[in-house]
T-cell receptor, first 112, second 111 residues
Framework: NAGVMQNPRHLVRRRGQEARLRCSPMKGHSHVYWYRQLPEEGLKFMVYLQKENIIDESGMPKERFSAEFPKEGPSILRIQQVVRGDSAAYFC??????????FGPGTRLTVL | DQQVKQNSPSLSVQEGRISILNCDYTNSMFDYFLWYKKYPAEGPTFLISISSIKDKNEDGRFTVFLNKSAKHLSLHIVPSQPGDSAVYFCAATSGTYKYIFGTGTRLKVLA
């Protein structure tokens, strides 16, 4: 049973470009969470999704950030018009219910 | 406002000795606490957890202690091994999916 998969592992974007981060949850998991870790900080909750539904996006910046978890395919975290302050590690986690979360390896986004 | 604090950014311990990692929290509504271990270039891996109805939980070399009155928990690793060298994150939740993480403590176990 493969773990949570994230791709790409590293992503470099110039200011103003779009970043798309993908997360495939563990098999049988229908709950997906996105966290962001800025340098020297802990992971901060961004958004919680179930298939086709955003349950809680209280940790998402109001502008430029969006997330989806379609019926088919991975969950996508999309950042439009990236700025240098978006540079961070973005972790996805999944769970079979609202219990223990299993984390993926993360995507390290660098904005030049 | 940092609700979960890990005040020691780093800790070095000799192999075979005890490692004690500390975590403080401010929100009295937190009722479930977790420790995660993170190696470089990997995601956090769940290590051990404790519910607020307990004051101790043990799993092999890892023991977590919870002091609710002091809003403090600690992770004890004994004996420490070089493979334990990693960043350890404390996390807390008030019965929901929203984990609040500390900033982490980098543990280095010296051979």
């Amino acid at each position: 049973n493969a773990g949570v998969m994230q791709n790409p592992r590293h992503l470099v974007r110039r200011r103003g470009q779009e970043a798309r981060l993908r997360c495939s949850p563990m098999k049988g998991h229908s709950h997906v969470y996105w966290y962001r870790q800025l340098p020297e900080e802990g992971l901060k909750f961004m958004v919680y999704l179930q298939k086709e539904n955003i349950i809680d996006e209280s940790g998402m910046p109001k502008e430029r950030f969006s997330a989806e978890f379609p019926k088919e395919g991975p969950s996508i975290l999309r950042i439009q018009q990236v700025v240098r302050g978006d540079s961070a590690a973005y972790f996805c986690a999944s769970s079979p219910n609202e219990a223990e979360q299993f984390f993926g390896p993360g995507t390290r986004l660098t904005v030049l | 406002d940092q609700q979960v604090k890990q005040n020691s950014p780093s800790l070095s311990v000799q192999e075979g000795r005890i490692s004690i990692l500390n975590c403080d929290y401010t929100n009295s509504m937190f009722d479930y606490f977790l420790w995660y271990k993170k190696y470089p270039a990997e995601g956090p891996t769940f290590l051990i957890s404790i519910s607020s109805i307990k004051d101790k939980n043990e799993d092999g070399r890892f023991t977590v202690f919870l002091n609710k009155s002091a809003k403090h928990l600690s992770l004890h690793i004994v004996p420490s091994q070089p493979g334990d060298s990693a960043v350890y994150f404390c996390a807390a939740t008030s019965g929901t999916y929203k984990y609040i993480f500390g900033t982490g403590t980098r543990l280095k176990v010296l051979a």
